[in-house]
């Protein structure tokens, strides 16, 4: 994957804060803190994009639990499998 979307990144930052809410409201879970550190210099920046080589291994770890987690959308026009990827994942 050459590169993953801020919004990917809020969507996995999302999924983690409902699956594993702060117990304060000050401290976040290990998963969060590895996104938000990504996220925040993303934003810092100017970036949309990040390639995955560049996250920190937990970061990764916590964007790709989230990943496994969607659901394959419906592939319409060239779909990845076309172009010979075992699945399409829209």
Known sequence: M???HITDIEAAIN???EKKPSPD???LAPELRAL???YALMIFYHED???EKSFPPQALAAW???YDTTAD???IAICSTSQGDALCKG
């Open 73 to 75: 959308t419906p592939c």
């Open 36 to 38: 938000a550190e990504v």
């Open 64 to 66: 790709r639990a989230w």
């Open 49 to 51: 994009e990040a390639d």
């Open 15 to 17: 999924y983690w804060r």
């Open 2 to 4: 050459p590169g993953i």
């Open 25 to 27: 409201g000050i401290t």
